[in-house]
């Protein structure tokens, strides 16, 4: 009964804000580098951020209050940017006090992890929830690709308890609400920057805390797909000096999208599926020494990377035909 009334609360407020976003014009208009073709209601992503306040409303309490500081400042500056297009200069600064609080709360800052790996952790930390955002360029690969990550943390969890197993089935239930919007051939809303921030601050705190509890490196291969793509592409764009915050069409899923034709959700469903599948060939091997797992990590990059080129290689030539 519980699960019912969250699914009917999100998708009256959610209906609620299609239709203020309407009225106010929170609209994605279309540009060349877009997607889409017609004005389209974004800020959608702000019912993850509610599944998150109606989960700790739910529990009376606050199990993680850094967490919950963090994730509500990158909603909120999400959310603003959602509305007024802020600069990423002014966006900077927060997300990476918001990311630091995260982390905190995960325990990566805890005395007895050695100082490089802090640095590391929160550098990587920093690309992830920008790469996260960064990606969040056609209908339903954000909502897919996350659901693929949460699945295979579920059953982590499920083994060692590090977190209410409630929490995952609450942002299920937001990802369908969400997913009435987006998951179309022409959707009604896109997540924002307000869904893609709260989603990969969830998501950050939710890898970090059970990495760092199950001292499992392997658990970087659940964001594989995303990374190499993302990863590849701002390096590209960086030896390209173009600005990497703006808008453009070298991600490989708009190739997808672009030159073969294929639909959004068809490039979302590949995404997420290719990466349930590698997640869940790893899944029994959380245990085993950590060289093994960082041999497997670094094995499984490389061959995505090599992947990527070969296809960006073979959509380069297909243009020029």
């Known amino acids: 009964m519980n699960y019912i009334i969250i699914l009917f609360l999100l998708s009256i407020i959610t209906f609620a804000y299609y239709r203020y976003a309407i009225k106010t014009n929170i609209l994605d208009n279309p540009s060349a580098r877009s997607s889409h073709t017609t004005p389209t209601v974004r800020g959608g992503g702000i019912v993850f951020f509610l599944a998150v306040l109606l989960f700790f409303i739910w529990q009376l309490k606050v199990d993680y209050p850094y967490f919950l500081s963090g994730f509500l400042l990158l909603s909120i500056i999400g959310f603003i940017d959602d509305k007024k297009n802020l600069s990423p200069k002014a966006r900077f600064p927060f997300q990476l006090l918001a990311i630091a ?37 056609i209908n339903g690969i954000t909502g897919f690709y996350t659901t693929a990550i949460i699945i295979p943390l579920y059953f982590i969890n499920r083994q060692y308890q590090l977190l209410q197993n409630e929490w995952f089935y609450v942002m299920l239930i937001s990802i369908a609400v ?8 022409k959707a009604l809303m896109f997540a924002g920057d307000i869904g893609s921030m709260a989603l990969a601050a969830l998501l950050l705190f939710w890898l970090s805390k059970t ?24 390096i590209y764009r960086l030896k390209n000096h173009e600005n990497i915050f703006e808008a453009h069409r070298w991600h490989l899923y708009q ?49 995505f990377s090599v992947i990527y080129f070969i296809a960006q290689k073979y959509f380069k030539t297909q243009t020029k035909v």
């Open 211 to 234: 990495m760092i509890d199950t001292k499992s490196p392997l658990l970087l291969v659940f964001v594989a797909v995303y990374g190499i793509d993302s990863a590849w592409t701002i």
């Open 255 to 303: 190739k997808f999208v672009d030159i073969w034709q294929w639909s959004h959700l068809k490039v979302a469903g590949l995404y997420a599926g290719v990466q349930l599948l590698i997640s869940f060939a790893v899944l029994n091997l959380i245990e085993k020494p950590i060289s093994i797992q960082l041999s497997i990590v670094i094995g499984i990059y490389l061959i």
């Open 178 to 185: 969400f997913g009435y919007f987006n998951f179309r051939k």
């Open 101 to 137: 609080l995260i982390l905190y709360q995960a325990g990566l800052f805890n005395h007895e992890l050695p100082i490089y790996l802090q640095i590391t952790g929160f550098i990587v930390a920093v690309g992830f929830v920008n790469a996260f955002n960064f990606m969040d360029g």
